[in-house]
C-alpha cells in the first residue's frame, strides 16, 4: 500500500468515527475526527455551534481543521458528513490522501439517526432525504466506494485496506471498488 494518509467521508451516521478506529488499529496509525476536534475547539456540541453560530460558521471550522491535519502524515481522518461536499475541501483531500466513501443506505442511515438533536440537519425527513440525494454527488468524487450497509465497522476496515492494496499509486483520480 502506498497511500500514507486516509479521509473517511460518507454521510452522517456512516460510521466514519468507528471505521476510523478499527483502521487506525489495524494499520498501526494515528486517527482523528474533524467534528470531535471542532467540539474540543469550540467547547461546544456539533449541534450547539450551529444553532448559536449557524452551519457557515461551523464549515469554517472544518476548513481550519483539514488545514490544521494536513501536514500530518499515517493518519485516518473521520470527517464530518458535509466535509466532502464543499469542492476547496474535496480537492484537498483528493489531492493529500486516499479519499473512502463509505456508502450506506439511506433507509439504515434513518434508522442509526437518533432524534435527540444530536444530529441538526436531520431534523426534518423531507430535507434529509434531499441533503443525502446532494451529498451521494459529491461522495462519488472519492477515490474509493466501499459499501457499508450491514456491515460491521471491522467489515468495513478489512474491505477499506483490499481496496487500498489495489490503489494506484498515483492519487487524483476517482475510481470506484472493484
Given at each position: 500500500m502506498t497511500v500514507d494518509k486516509i479521509y473517511l467521508v460518507g454521510f452522517m451516521a456512516s460510521g466514519k468515527s468507528t471505521v476510523a478506529r478499527h483502521l487506525a488499529?489495524?494499520?498501526?496509525?494515528?486517527?482523528e475526527d474533524i467534528d470531535h476536534l471542532i467540539e474540543v475547539r469550540e467547547k461546544s456540541t456539533v449541534a450547539e455551534i450551529f444553532a448559536k453560530h449557524g452551519e457557515a460558521y461551523f464549515r469554517t471550522a472544518e476548513r481550519e481543521m483539514l488545514a490544521l491535519l494536513r501536514p500530518l502524515r499515517h493518519i485516518i481522518v473521520a470527517t464530518g458528513g458535509g466535509t466532502f461536499t464543499d469542492p476547496d475541501n474535496r480537492a484537498?483531500?483528493?489531492?493529500?490522501?486516499?479519499?473512502?466513501?463509505?456508502?450506506?443506505?439511506?433507509?439504515?442511515?434513518?434508522?442509526?439517526?437518533?432524534?435527540?438533536?444530536?444530529?441538526?440537519?436531520?431534523?426534518?425527513?423531507?430535507?434529509?432525504e434531499r441533503l443525502y440525494l446532494a451529498r451521494t454527488e459529491a461522495y462519488r468524487m472519492a477515490h474509493l466506494r466501499v459499501?457499508?450497509?450491514?456491515?460491521?465497522?471491522?467489515?468495513?476496515a478489512d474491505r477499506i485496506i483490499e481496496a487500498l492494496h489495489a490503489f494506484p499509486p498515483t492519487i487524483g483520480v476517482p475510481f470506484e471498488e472493484p
Open positions: 488499529t489495524r494499520l498501526r496509525w494515528r486517527w484537498a483531500i483528493n489531492m493529500d490522501g486516499a479519499s473512502v466513501w463509505i456508502d450506506v443506505p439511506l433507509a439504515e442511515l434513518i434508522s442509526r439517526i437518533p432524534l435527540d438533536g444530536r444530529r441538526p440537519l436531520a431534523a426534518d425527513r423531507p430535507a434529509l459499501n457499508a450497509s450491514r456491515s460491521s465497522a471491522a467489515v468495513v
